[in-house]
């Protein structure tokens, strides 16, 4: 039997079982992890309102601060815009380190705004970690939710707790 036999005959068997009654309550739990409502582990209604509006604000040679463990980083894959951190195994690349770490230290100003002007990096996406699997990933971000917070930034487009802000004080 040659190769193309055993292929045919493979996705005969995929197509009969994956209409089964237990491969549908197999995938049924998993599927609606990922589908958008108000309590998705991936990604909310709200972010994924604010993830349909970043494109008409933030021009595309710009870059967007985001944490990949709150969802973030779906800005690259689903706007085409860069972020800081395209995957959650990937901590914030060098280049928007200062930004990241600085931005609520009013003696890193300077450093912050050279930084924010070199990158092209105006933008944060505030999202939420809703699965809780960020760790130590989330207390890197926590100087630009704190700036989030003080009003250092300006929010652009904000549904509940989740919103697009810029850095305007540059």
Known sequence: MGAGAVAVGMLGALLL???SRPAR?????VSRDYEVHEH?????????SVLEQV??????????LANPWGGGALAYSMVDREVSSRH????VDSPYAPIVAGIDDPAQRDEVCRAVAETGAYWYLDFVDSAGMGG????????????VRSGLMDPVVVEGDVGLYRIDFC
């Open 17 to 19: 079982t994956s209409g």
């Open 25 to 29: 309550d197999a995938w049924g739990p």
């Open 40 to 48: 998705s582990i991936l990604l909310t209604e709200d972010e994924y």
């Open 55 to 64: 494109a008409q604000h933030v021009p595309e040679d710009d870059v967007i």
């Open 88 to 91: 959650v195994s990937t901590m």
């Open 136 to 147: 130590a990933q989330d207390d890197v971000f926590a100087p630009l939710e704190e700036a």
